[in-house]
């Protein structure tokens, strides 16, 4: 579902995260005892569309990861230090009920009820990867993850509910990373639900 703004508007943005802290690993996995360091960095751009009379938008996230962990593989000591981009995202959303393309006279007398729209977001391999190591920025395999979206307003509340499956490709790799299960790829289901209230008497 994408969001409701005038056709033609643009959105850069720019963000930074850190973390630090044991890992949960899958117990089937030959890993144990994880802590990592990490550095995040994103630049994401995003522009609004009319695409057969319907609001529509593009967007692309490009990260960029610095990372330290160190654990025990195989039930002996690694360290690993690495850095470099990690998998952009690249996402279409169009919604086919209740949000039409919208000039900027228009989006000020916009004011919304019910909202239906769709989502794809493709993941590409083209982060760092080193099929030696288990631990990487990159994923080495494609992600494709459809989305449902539906927003109902009902006076100052806005309730949302986002249904989505992703699905992955194999990592292949003969390495580190296959023998511990990192190959294999199980789809992942999810289902966000969100209740917002406009501040201020917006409606």
Known sequence: MAIVTPVGTNFV????????GTVLTDPSLPIENVSNESHIGIFAYARVLNVLGKSAKIDMIVPFAGLRAEGLVFGQLHEREISGLADPLF?????????????????????????????????????????????????NRCSVKPELGISKALGRWTLELAPAVTFYS?????????????HRSIPCKRMRATLLRAAFGWR
């Open 91 to 139: 996402r279409f959303s169009i919604n086919f009920i209740g949000a039409p393309a919208l000039s900027a006279a228009e989006f000020a007398k916009y004011r919304q009820d019910l909202i239906v729209g769709a989502s794809l977001r493709v993941g590409v391999p083209l982060g760092q990867y080193d099929d030696t190591r288990l631990v990487n920025v990159g994923t």
């Open 170 to 182: 194999e990592n292949d790799d003969s390495s580190v990373a296959k023998r511990a299960g990192r």
């Open 13 to 20: 943005i720019l963000g930074y995260g850190y973390a630090t």
